[in-house]
Nanobody, 123 residues
């Protein structure tokens, strides 16, 4: 099993940057693919980005390609999401999720979740 805790959210102006972190506990963290999802008020939780076990493969939603970068440090058991050129439509609660199988993009395919961190982008 793995437990996940997100941090790094906050309030930023449009065009600014934030870096989210997902800290994991559990000795088998490197055996899990990790993804970031987000959920805006009144909307479904949507896929943002994912990274494979060793970090060699990544996947992004079209809406964040070129602006967000996902990375991981298995020695520190962390996954980061660097968010640049933020837009008001990026405002949401951001969640990290983990699963042993790489490549999943659907919310219901991930078995482990953090509690979320709020990101607010002002115009």
């Amino acid at each position: 099993q793995v437990q996940l805790v997100e941090s790094g959210g906050g309030l930023v102006q449009a065009g600014g940057s934030l870096r989210l972190s997902c800290a994991a506990s559990g000795r088998t963290f490197s055996s899990y693919a990790v993804a970031w999802f987000r959920q805006a008020p009144g909307k479904e939780r949507e896929f943002v980005a994912a990274i494979s076990w060793g970090g060699s493969s990544t996947r992004y939603a079209d809406s964040v390609k070129g602006r967000f970068t996902i990375s991981r440090d298995n020695a520190k058991r962390t996954v980061s999401l660097q968010m640049n050129s933020l837009k008001p439509e990026d405002t949401a609660v951001y969640y990290c999720a983990a699963d042993p199988i790489w490549g999943k993009m659907r919310r219901d395919e991930y078995g482990y979740w953090g509690q979320g961190t709020q990101v607010t982008v002002s115009s």
